[in-house]
């Protein structure tokens, strides 16, 4: 199940950028997909996720600032970032839960596709 993660980027402090990841599976919907992100000698956090009936849940560090929605007919979970700060800058995963139908977990061991991350920086 492969997912491809897109859309990031270097922005402004105060700037947006638009996350996506798509699989290339038809039964993408009926799981959780999460965001996470690693910076730089850090371990790799949670940042959002949304459940297969598209409950979303958010660290505190991003919420309000950032959105979790997914498109059942293009298969792809997209991550809307307003507001960015520089410490939002690292590479960022997207990852599909272990269990189909789950929960939505907020730890990287119940996830068990990766996407290949993409990298946010944003400069001060």
């Known amino acids: 199940v492969p997912l491809q993660a897109s859309g990031g980027g270097l922005v402004q402090a105060g700037g947006s950028l638009r996350l996506s990841c798509a699989a290339s599976?038809?039964?993408?919907?009926?799981?959780?997909v999460g965001w996470f992100r690693q910076a730089p000698g850090k371990e790799r956090e949670f940042v959002a996720r949304?459940?297969?009936?598209?409950?979303?849940a958010y660290a505190d560090s991003v919420k309000g600032r950032f959105t979790i929605s997914r498109d059942s007919a293009k298969n792809t979970v997209d991550l809307q970032m307003n507001s960015l700060k520089p410490e939002d800058t690292a590479v960022y995963y997207c990852?599909?839960?272990?269990?189909?139908?789950?929960?939505?977990?907020?730890?990287?061991?119940?996830?068990?596709?990766w996407g290949q991350g993409t990298l946010v920086t944003v400069s001060s």
């Open positions: 990852a599909r839960e272990r269990r189909r139908y789950g929960a939505g977990s907020i730890f990287t061991v119940d996830y068990d596709y």
């Open positions: 599976v038809r039964t993408f919907s009926t799981y959780a």
């Open positions: 949304i459940t297969w009936t598209d409950g979303p």
